[in-house]
């Protein structure tokens, strides 16, 4: 199987010296990119900054900004089976990069932002990807109904949704705790590390390959 694997954050420059960012450490997506390799699938990985290793055998595509994220997965998507988005892609980008240091001067200063690309929400549409289509939901309220909102808009067949404003679990932890959001139900997975969770993950997510295929 080819597995597509998005990880880590984005890093939207201001100017030369600052970008905006998240705290997304790519633990969750690496391990899920450990995991399909170990399980013998080709798996291709595209990450954001992190200071994690490439896992061994996996194929690699460094990005920096959602914009460049988005190109890497347009041109990457052709010949996938599984796409899995793990990273946490910034969805406003300033709308300049200035060309020097903004220097201090007002007691305030005022940033505009511009939406970036939706890569996920991209995939069935504007990429026309028919494979299976797995996102995340990282949230800090209505854990379920908003990763079911998210796996409707964006016609996923499965949404791993991590209540990210529990202490322990999510964004630079080596532990996990997800709801698995299918169509017709809904899975709770108990917490674990990272590196447990991925290999449950992959194998849930191989099963789900098989079944929906024609
Ligand atoms: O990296 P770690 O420190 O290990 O932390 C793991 C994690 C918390 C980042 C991970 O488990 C996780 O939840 N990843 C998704 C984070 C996120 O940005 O969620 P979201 O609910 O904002 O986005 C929903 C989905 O759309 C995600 O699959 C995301 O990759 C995707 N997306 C979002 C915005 C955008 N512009 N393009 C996208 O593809």
Known sequence: MHVLITAGPTREPLDPLRYLTNRSSGKMGYALAHAFVGAGHSVLLI?????????????????????EMHSAVAQSLGHIDIAVFAAAVADYTPASVAAHKIKKAAATLT??????????????????????????????????ANARDKLVRKHCDLIIAND??????????????????????????????????????????LELHQRRKP
């Open 47 to 67: 990450s954001g900054p992190t200071e994690l290793d490439v896992p061994g055998g996996v194929d690699f595509i460094p990005v920096e900004t959602a914009a």
């Open 111 to 144: 940033l505009e932002l511009v939406r970036t690309p939706d890569i996920l929400g991209a995939a069935r549409g504007e990429f026309g990807f028919t494979g299976t289509l797995v996102g995340f939901a990282a949230e800090t309220q209505n854990l379920e």
């Open 164 to 205: 990210v404003s529990k202490p322990g679990i999510g964004f630079g932890s080596d532990h996990n705790e997800v709801l698995l959001v299918y169509p017709e139900y809904n899975e709770a997975l108990p917490p674990a590390s990272k590196h447990t969770l991925a290999h449950h993950l992959a194998t849930v997510i």
